[in-house]
């Protein structure tokens, strides 16, 4: 399928702008500039009742920061179904404030509450941190889910890109815990070990995550080669030991036609199935990695953020009003 002509024009604009690639600058840099520039596509932020900060200890002994929006009230006497979400952003760039308006789009539409998490980047905390911090937040947020107004027996993992890998592994060690997840939400998560599909090489360059920006946030995030074998990084096709996926928590997940992750997505929705996992994949025709993030000028987005939304109201048990 052709590209969806806004988002044509959004690689136009980004061609037009002259920005250094990220594979160009350092790491501090890089993150100012993606601080600077993923919000000018977003959606407007839409209004919560209320957003909570908190910090979240970790096993090291650190403390990493997360946020909480409330869609509605909270009730104590009827908790609310929750979303734990980790931003993309290759492991090295991102935050809760890049991703803010999309999690609360996906709380004000959906009626959960979504606990949005900073977890460390690299290159100062390198591989499996991101891993621990995310299963440190999850499993944290669910222990105290009684005192934040949240049903510990509705809960969802999801994160798009880098954060998706994240979700991906949370699922796993989630059951392994005994923590009995309803739902993860993946957005084109990355699973691959080795960048070597069709889709890799035929969208390298021009596409938004070109082959050498990731590359370069893997240099920087993994410890060295050998970490590319363990399955918390790739739990599509590490080559190191592998998990079972029975049990694991069913999975919706959303592959653009025109991003280097695509061929992974498709192979990791199939590789669920193959463990009799409930796998609902959608394929969103002439759309770009990062395209949750571009609803303010590609109008097409709207209907992938509800179909999210709506994945989220089925498994979670949202009634309707």
């Not at 790739?234 to 996926?245: E, I, W, Y």
């Not at 609902?280 to 025709?285: S, V």
Request: net charge negative; hydrophobic share 45%.
């Amino acid at each position: 399928m052709p590209l969806n002509p806004a988002v044509a024009q959004v690689l136009e604009l980004i061609a037009k702008a002259k920005r250094p690639p990220f594979h160009t600058l350092e790491p501090t840099a890089a993150r100012a500039s993606y601080e600077r520039s993923a919000l000018i596509l977003d959606i407007a932020p839409a209004e919560m009742f209320n957003v909570h900060e908190f910090n979240i200890p970790t096993r090291d002994h650190a403390s990493i920061r997360a946020r909480l929006y409330y869609p509605v009230e909270p009730n104590w006497a009827a908790p609310t179904p929750t979303l734990v979400y980790f931003h993309g952003g290759g492991f090295m760039v991102g935050s809760i404030d890049t991703h803010d308006s999309l999690c609360r789009r996906l709380a004000a539409d959906s009626g959960c509450a979504v606990a949005s998490v900073d977890y460390r980047l690299a290159p100062e905390h390198k591989f499996p941190t991101a891993v621990h911090d995310a299963f440190d937040a999850l499993t944290w947020v669910h222990a105290q889910a009684p005192s934040l107004g949240l049903d510990s027996t509705r809960f969802a993992v999801g994160g798009d890109s880098a954060g998706g890998t994240l979700a991906t592994v949370c699922a796993l060690l989630a059951r392994d815990a005994g923590i009995a997840l309803r739902l993860q939400l993946l957005i084109y998560p990355g699973v691959s070990a080795r960048q070597d599909t069709q889709s890799h090489a035929q969208f390298a360059e021009g596409f938004v995550l070109s082959a050498r920006t990731i590359q370069w946030f893997f240099s920087h995030y993994l410890r060295n080669d050998k970490d590319r074998d363990d399955w918390r990084f790739a739990p599509l096709d590490a080559r190191g030991p592998m998990p079972d996926f029975t049990g694991v928590a069913p999975a919706w997940i959303a592959a653009a036609d025109h991003d280097p992750l695509f061929d992974e997505d498709i192979a990791y929705a199939a590789k669920l199935e193959r463990a009799n996992i409930p796998v609902e994949l959608i394929r969103y025709e002439g759309m770009t990695h990062e395209f949750f993030k571009m609803g303010g000028f590609v109008p097409e987005v709207a209907k992938a953020h509800t179909d999210a939304v709506n994945a989220l109201r089925r498994y979670l048990d949202v009634s309707e009003g």
